[in-house]
């Protein structure tokens, strides 16, 4: 997540309230609007919103934004969208504090200029006011998949929206439109679900810093030895050993979907899905020009459909290479909060390059320093004669741990034993 | 933190802290030299009053631990700071039994030839057990309530987070060789976050949250002149409009307050009293730490950002 200037501690307004009777009407009101913005409201919450006010000035508005923004959030995303709704709820256009409860009247309002993106992970597209009722309404947590209820008339729509004015990068060249990668038949997908199902125990662990206890281990467990001692009357008689824990790692997956790669695509992207519905917690991101995030689509349940979202929302689909930018966007948007010590990052692409590779150095190297692994997977690799002595794969090659192929199910098999043997 | 800002013995002890309202929260933390707005006392008022963990979430260096030290300066009483990292298990954050003491007065016991029984009292009893931080904290809160800060949340991993959260529900803690021991008042806990990890919402629904900001370009100049006050208000002003430029450039990581402070006691010892691009130059180690950002920040243009720095308020606005 980029840092976002922080429009909070300061507002516009220092009115003092009039004190009312329908004061604590209007709280349920207000934290009854912020559940259907998507915070996570929970009774507790507004209980201990509840007691604050035992000790503060209820009429003070700055009391009263504190009392209730410390409470009812929990991180930092979420702080643009509790300033948007506590301006839209206690102040009138005007920017004069309201009163009354206006909980209803904030109902209809919802998709005009709340900014999203609070609590969401995913920065899919943008989710209809019913997807989010949705969401909470199951419990889920909101991080961008889209519910079935959810047509893609309304996503393709709101995609022509994003194009016009989201992305200036945008250009008619890039686009090839929606493809049809529903053409794999059957026993291949299901060869693929197989070996992917076996590639993936050994793909998602480490080992801990945690130890467990194991008696066939080297190192003695002290605090067990001593503590089972006391019943043979303090005479150690079994040592107690421990080792490592294994640990699970975290996976992600930055896949490149140029225009190079058109023709494993079909491959590709039913690799993707199958690792996707393995691991749920997998981070798959593509990439041509600019980066996206596929997690959200890819975690739908029926293949077809999610496939077909995935075409649709990711609009560069084969279009030129950019390694080095996308890389960095990966870099500087998630590389904080979610690679860390334990994340395998695994980059699917032919190393063709269009950017500067100069830019493809620096953000691999630091990528490398932040992952646990990074394995290259390049479909190229597998074409007798190749030699990666293009310009993008030279100067990525040497940041990364593995560098092997991905072109077909054998490939992918060797994969699997080498890793095996690491 | 700085050297500077943690010269906890040179620092005033207030005698009585008056957390009556926000507004005396936030003159008894000034006086202490932390700057503080409206927001911050208020949430730490609420923190106090209700007896809510207080979760501070922030960039590094923009002085979260701080705070929860000035906090145990201000009431007057212990901190009690356990470092989280990854791995961190019950045993280095709860408690331990001394092993190789047991062990040894078992042995010696033997020779004496004691009964089992005493021999199992002994050596379950306060002696040989091993304060960690969590339970220290407990222990100690019993007469007064200590400051508990639990630093870096986001380098511990889940099995850490949701031990704590249970401990931060009940504030109790069960040895079993001894019982049950539980605090009559509830130390202060605060966390801190440096969000390079996105901490489970259980345990952020349990706190209040607070988000710490960079300050303003007026609110730095101020921490400036109150922790280093032998700064020139002038260099303090150039240094923060230089600082609050540098922020706005896409650095891997941006300098906060700890740095704008460790620059501003570098320069003095360099007995500069404005900032020039020479000096700037020499002393980049103190505001970035990453070989790619200084690159960036020289191939911005050191001269610019000075010249930037040297406007007075009145042509900037």
Known sequence: MTIRPVVAGSLPHRKIRAPGHGLKGEIIGFCRVLR???????????????????????????????????????????????????????????????????????????????????????????????????????????????????????????????????????????????????????????????????????????????????????????????????????????????????????????????????????????????????????????????LSDATPYLR????????????????????????????????????????????????????????????LGEEMERLTKKCHRLIWLNPLLGSPGYRPIDRGMRTALPYCDDFMSAHNLDSLVSMTEHITRI | MTPSQSGGAKRRKSLEFDFSSPEAVQESIRQNDYIADKTLATTLFLAMKLEKPLFLEGEAGVGKTELAKVLATLLDTELIRLQCYEGLDSNSALYEWNYAKQLLHIKMEEGAKGNTKQIERDIFSEEYLIERPLLRALVRSKEKPVVLLIDEIDRSDEEFEAFLLEILSDFQITIPEMGTIKATRNPVVVLTSNRTREIHDALKRRC??????????????????????????????????????????????????????????????????????????????????????????????????????????????
Request: glycine share 6%; with cysteine; net charge negative.
């Open chain 2, 208 to 317: 209040l949250y607070l988000w710490v900001d960079y300050p303003s370009f007026e609110k730095e100049v101020e921490i400036v002149t109150t922790k280093v006050p032998e700064a020139p208000l002038k260099l303090a002003e150039q240094i923060c409009r230089f600082m609050s430029e540098a922020r706005t450039m896409d650095f891997y990581k941006r300098p906060g307050v700890a740095e704008t402070l460790d620059w501003t006691q570098a320069l003095l010892a360099l007995h500069k009293d404005e900032l020039d691009a020479d000096s700037v130059r020499e002393t980049l180690g103190c505001i970035l730490k990453y070989q790619d950002d200084i690159k960036r920040i020289e191939e911005d243009g050191i001269e610019r950002m000075v010249a930037t720095a040297h406007l007075s308020p009145e042509v900037e606005v």
């Open chain 1, 36 to 290: 259907r913005a998507g915070l996570k409201i929970t009774s507790g919450r507004i209980i201990d919103v509840f007691r604050s006010f035992e000790h503060l000035e209820v009429t003070d508005l700055d009391y009263l934004y504190v009392a209730t923004r410390s409470n009812m959030i929990s991180s930092y995303e979420e702080i643009a969208l509790f300033d948007a709704v506590f301006r839209r709820y206690w102040f009138d256009e005007e920017g004069n504090p309201y009163s009354g409860d206006n909980s209803e009247a904030m109902g209809d309002i919802f998709d005009e200029d709340i900014p999203d993106g609070a609590g969401e992970e995913g920065a899919g597209g943008e989710k209809s006011e019913d997807a989010e009722n949705q969401d909470q309404k199951e419990g889920k947590e909101s991080s961008g998949l889209p519910t079935e209820e959810e047509d893609s008339a309304s996503s393709e729509a709101g995609d022509a929206e994003e194009d016009e004015e989201g992305t200036p990068s945008y250009s008619p060249a890039e686009v090839l439109g929606a493809k049809d990668f529903s053409t794999f038949d059957a026993d291949q997908i299901a060869d693929l679900r197989r070996l992917i199902q076996k590639i993936v125990p050994k793909l998602a662990t480490k080992i801990s810093r945690r130890k467990k206890n194991d008696l066939r281990a080297k190192d003695i467990d002290l605090k067990k030895s001593v503590k089972r001692s006391i019943q043979t009357g303090g005479e150690v008689l079994r040592l107690f050993r421990r080792k490592r824990k294994i640990q699970k790692t975290q996976i992600i997956l930055i896949c490149d979907v140029s225009g190079s790669m058109d023709s494993y695509s079909q491959f590709l992207i039913q690799f993707l899905y199958s690792l996707q519905n393995e691991i749920k917690s997998l981070r798959t991101f593509v990439f041509s020009t600019k």
């Open chain 1, 300 to 359: 739908h349940k029926d293949v077809h459909f999610a496939l077909e979202r995935l075409a649709s929302e990711v609009h560069d689909w084969s279009g030129g290479t950019q390694i080095g930018n996308c890389i960095r966007t990966f870099n500087v948007d998630y590389g904080r909060t979610i690679v860390n010590s334990r994340t395998i990052v695994l980059i699917i692409s032919d190393g063709w390059d269009r950017g500067d590779t100069e830019i």
